[in-house]
């Protein structure tokens, strides 16, 4: 059964909470937006820190995950199917993305860059979609 201890549309989990509240990252403002849209997303995710940042698992199993300090500044949402290689994970991508948001790292693994602002509002409406259709391919 999958894990449920965060759902979809409800607050957060109190750890991912403490540490926004503690987070110094010139993007706060926008990391926050980018996860209630992930919270309100409607999928049953389990939110905690990993990786010094905020993830979120489905089943047990890492699905997102920001990555808050990258080399090219802003921030990044990482798409992938889990910390370990999926059986058959190959070349070819796990979806088709109409959305021109995901930068792939492999087949299995893809990245949403937000460089400001005017980066995240430009993307939000594209976000939920893209994430509901990962989520409904890598279960």
């Not at 992938?80 to 190959?90: D, I, L």
């Amino acid at each position: 059964m999958a894990e449920m201890d965060t759902f979809a549309g409800l607050p957060g989990s109190p750890e991912v909470d403490e540490y926004m509240s503690k987070l110094e990252h010139p993007l706060k403002r926008e990391i926050a937006e980018v996860r209630t849209l992930i919270l309100n997303a409607g999928i049953p995710l389990t939110e905690l820190i990993k990786w010094n940042a905020p993830n979120y698992r489905y089943d047990g199993e890492d699905r997102l995950t920001f990555n808050l300090h990258g080399k090219r500044g802003g921030f990044r949402l990482v798409f992938h199917c889990g910390a370990k290689v999926r059986t058959g994970a190959g070349k070819a991508r796990l979806i088709e993305d109409g959305t021109g948001l995901l930068e792939w790292a492999s087949g299995d693994r893809a990245i949403v860059q937000f460089n400001d602002a005017n980066d995240v509002q430009a993307k939000k409406e594209r976000l939920v979609p893209l994430i509901r259709k990962w989520m409904e391919a890598a279960i």
